[in-house]
């Protein structure tokens, strides 16, 4: 028996795989980052497996009894609000206790949003880091200035709310002319990528009520 990291669609309820749909009809037990919001996914699909609640709030409390249930004999599928488990998301911590405890773990391929937004970006991703969301107070001045002089294009995830502030505070430090791509949106209706510095990125957004979740591309220092 074994836990089964499963991505779902960031946008588009298309970008679901056959495999994906398979797995979370044959388990015994799907837990949800939002069951609320997940339960629109499997109704979509005529899926009716039972769900539990399994997000950042309760996550600490609840892997050791998910891994007594998959060594009692339930294979167990794990999934979040959208795209893949543990990125950016609940996950880490029940999948590390599996591998702890010796429980196999099998994560399916499928959506994560930041691939689209750097493979359209047009910025060298040969080699990236994933820095997801930034912190939002404490340590944030100091991450940013850390990631100055990081070579490879970066990677950052942002909230509608706080997009501004994030592009004018790299621009500050990263310098007003270093080359960026907002994408937002990914797979749905009125998906859009921007491109430019990221003093224009934030101008852009100023000007343009930012909605919708953001992925920040950003290219890394030349010397």
């Known amino acids: 028996m074994k836990l089964f990291v499963v991505p779902t669609p960031i946008g588009n309820l298309e970008d679901m795989t056959y495999r994906a749909v398979k797995v979370l009809r044959e388990v015994d037990l799907i837990l949800a980052e939002d069951t609320r919001t997940s339960g629109f996914l499997l109704k979509h699909y005529d899926i009716k497996t039972p769900m539990h609640s399994h997000h950042k709030f309760n996550e600490h409390k609840t892997v050791q009894n998910v891994v007594e249930r998959i060594k009692a ?49 047009g910025l ?17 001045q100091t991450k940013i200035h850390a990631l100055a002089a990081e070579t490879r294009t970066m990677i950052f995830y942002e909230s509608p709310f706080r997009v501004v502030k994030t592009l004018t505070q790299l621009a500050e430090v990263f310098g007003a002319d270093r080359k960026a791509s907002v994408s937002r949106e990914i797979s749905k ?35």
Request: glycine share 8%; proline share 7%.
């Open 73 to 121: 004999g339930q294979n167990v599928a794990l999934i979040s609000d959208a795209g893949t488990p543990a990125i950016s998301d609940p996950g880490f911590m029940l999948v590390r206790a599996c591998v702890e405890n010796e429980v196999e773990v099998e994560c399916l391929p499928g959506a994560t949003a930041f691939v689209p937004a750097l493979v359209t970006s």
């Open 124 to 140: 060298p991703n040969d080699r990236f880091c994933f820095e997801g969301f930034l912190p939002q107070k404490k340590g944030r």
């Open 189 to 223: 209706i009125y998906e859009e990528t921007v491109r430019g510095t990221l003093t224009e990125l934030a101008e852009h957004f100023t000007l343009h009520n930012p909605k919708g979740e953001f992925v920040i591309i950003v290219a890394g220092y030349e010397e």
